[in-house]
């Protein structure tokens, strides 16, 4: 019954959101499956042994005093590469990395689209999934998106920037 709810009811209008969706979906999991299989690569392994000579903080400093004042991205690639040897670390974090995307883009349009039209759930998801799919399309280096450190700088930055924009623009 809640599926009922959740999309809206076939018609001549809404079969080319239907086959949108569709597709977006199947592309998504296509970067999921890509980042399930996804290994640490270039400066990846710098990072890594920066954390295996200094530790998990003392790591964070020297990376801050040699190489660049991001002490954010480090602490969270120290996680993350404290976690990989246990549990696959860098799929959760491409998985998290979308959602944190799609959710926030999808309440920013919530937030917009309210004041035009009444446009359900189903719409506005699958718009959200548009426009992650293009601004992954339109990067200037797509394997960027897998590379941990890349990753971490500039799509990171972005996702939580947008966040933080839907969390100004929520009305709660």
Same mark, same amino acid.
Request: with cysteine; proline share 2%.
């Given at each position: 019954?809640?599926?009922?709810?959740?999309?809206? @009811?076939?018609?001549?209008?809404? %079969?080319?959101?239907?086959? +949108?969706? *569709?597709?977006? =979906?199947?592309?998504? &999991?296509? $970067? #999921?499956?890509?980042?399930?299989?996804?290994?640490?690569?270039?400066?990846?392994?710098?990072?890594?042994?920066?954390?295996?000579?200094?530790?998990?903080?003392?790591?964070?400093?020297?990376?801050?005093?040699?190489?660049?004042?991001?002490?954010?991205?480090?602490?969270?690639?120290?996680?993350?590469?404290?976690?990989?040897? @246990?549990?696959?670390?860098?799929? %959760?974090?491409?998985?998290? +990395?979308? *959602?944190?995307? =799609?959710?926030?883009? &999808?309440? $920013? #349009?919530?937030?917009?689209?309210?004041?035009?039209?009444?446009?359900?759930?189903?719409?506005?998801?699958?718009?959200?999934?548009?426009?992650?799919?293009?601004?992954?399309?339109?990067?200037?280096?797509?394997?960027?998106?897998?590379?941990?450190?890349?990753?971490?700088?500039?799509?990171?930055?972005?996702?939580?920037?947008?966040?933080?924009?839907?969390?100004? %623009?929520?009305?709660?």
């Amino acid at each position: 019954m809640y599926l009922a709810t959740l999309f809206p @009811k076939a018609n001549n209008k809404s %079969l080319p959101f239907y086959f +949108l969706f *569709f597709t977006n =979906i199947t592309y998504l &999991f296509f $970067i #999921l499956y890509v980042a399930y299989y996804n290994r640490l690569a270039l400066d990846d392994y710098y990072f890594k042994a920066l954390l295996v000579k200094y530790g998990f903080w003392e790591s964070i400093y020297q990376n801050y005093i040699n190489w660049q004042g991001r002490v954010g991205m480090q602490l969270i690639m120290n996680i993350i590469l404290s976690l990989q040897a @246990k549990i696959h670390a860098l799929f %959760l974090y491409h998985l998290a +990395l979308v *959602f944190i995307f =799609i959710y926030s883009i &999808f309440t $920013i #349009l919530k937030y917009l689209l309210s004041r035009l039209c009444q446009k359900s759930n189903f719409y506005l998801f699958t718009l959200s999934l548009l426009i992650f799919n293009i601004f992954l399309l339109t990067v200037y280096d797509f394997r960027a998106f897998y590379w941990l450190s890349a990753s971490l700088v500039y799509f990171n930055a972005i996702a939580f920037a947008l966040l933080g924009i839907s969390a100004l %623009l929520s009305p709660s």
